[in-house]
Structures are given as structure tokens and as C-alpha cells.
């Protein structure tokens, strides 16, 4: 199997591992030194033990729904549903790796909104998706 595939197949078992709420299968895609950012917040978290334990603390019921996943070599996003307590909240994960690991991790959220009536005549619904107005 070569490089990219088992890197492909450590995201997709971090993203089941992630929806079980596995936290030690979870987190083994991490490098001990990795790094993990969240922009929204402005947050940073150094090393697995931390980005384990921030998530490992999330009083949230959550839910994770992969839409995609693509990369090539050091360099991996994953597009996802993450829904808390019910309310989704879109999001990408960009995952750069060496020697089989996440090294560095930046995660992006974003919360669904409504389109507007002045696209409407532009635009079709994705895949499985309706376009509620605004």
C-alpha cells in the first residue's frame, strides 16, 4: 500500500473513531508534538495530549458526517458536518503530515445560513441539500 493510501484510510478511521467518541483511536492519527489550531477562536493546542483532552472534555453530544475527503502527500483536507447538540456546524480540516502523522492541524467552522432571494434564480440545491430562503 503506498503513502497516500494509508494515510487516506488513518483520516477515515480518525473520522469513524471521532463519531464513536474513541478518543484513543481518535487522536493516534497525532504526532506527540502536533499542533492544532482553530482560527474562529484564535486557540492553539500543542501536542496530542492537549488536542485529546480539549475534545475529550467537549460537553456536547456530537456527531460527525464526512462530505469529503481528498489530499496528496503531506497535505489532506477533510470537509465535514460536525453537529453539536443537534445544530450543525460545517467545517474543514486541513492536515499537514510527516512520518505518517498529523503534525499540523487547522480547523475551520462554519454555521449554516440561509441563501439569498437574490441568488435564488442562480443557484441549485447541492446534493441532498434544499436552499431555505432568507
Given at each position: 500500500?503506498?503513502?497516500?493510501?494509508?494515510?487516506?484510510?488513518?483520516?477515515?478511521?480518525?473520522?469513524?473513531?471521532?463519531?464513536?467518541?474513541?478518543?484513543?483511536?481518535?487522536?493516534a492519527?497525532?504526532?506527540?508534538?502536533?499542533?492544532?489550531?482553530y482560527?474562529?477562536?484564535?486557540?492553539?493546542?500543542?501536542?496530542?495530549?492537549a488536542i485529546?483532552?480539549?475534545?475529550?472534555?467537549?460537553?456536547?453530544?456530537?456527531?460527525?458526517?464526512?462530505?469529503?475527503?481528498?489530499?496528496?502527500?503531506?497535505?489532506?483536507?477533510s470537509?465535514?458536518?460536525?453537529?453539536?447538540?443537534?445544530?450543525?456546524?460545517?467545517?474543514?480540516?486541513?492536515?499537514?503530515?510527516?512520518?505518517?502523522h498529523?503534525?499540523?492541524?487547522?480547523?475551520?467552522?462554519?454555521?449554516?445560513?440561509?441563501?439569498?432571494?437574490?441568488?435564488?434564480?442562480?443557484?441549485?440545491?447541492?446534493?441532498?441539500?434544499?436552499?431555505?430562503?432568507?
Amino acid at each position: 500500500m503506498d503513502s497516500d493510501s494509508r494515510i487516506r484510510l488513518a483520516i477515515e478511521e480518525h473520522w469513524r473513531a471521532s463519531e464513536r467518541g474513541d478518543l484513543q483511536a481518535e487522536h493516534a492519527i497525532y504526532a506527540v508534538d502536533a499542533i492544532l489550531d482553530y482560527p474562529q477562536s484564535g486557540e492553539r493546542f500543542h501536542g496530542r495530549a492537549a488536542i485529546s483532552a480539549q475534545r475529550g472534555g467537549h460537553p456536547a453530544d456530537r456527531h460527525f458526517t464526512i462530505q469529503r475527503i481528498t489530499g496528496r502527500g503531506p497535505l489532506w483536507v477533510s470537509e465535514c458536518v460536525i453537529t453539536y447538540d443537534g445544530s450543525p456546524s460545517h467545517s474543514v480540516s486541513i492536515m499537514e503530515f510527516a512520518d505518517g502523522h498529523v503534525i499540523h492541524e487547522t480547523q475551520y467552522f462554519a454555521d449554516p445560513f440561509p441563501a439569498p432571494a437574490s441568488r435564488a434564480s442562480l443557484a441549485d440545491p447541492m446534493p441532498g441539500r434544499s436552499l431555505p430562503e432568507a
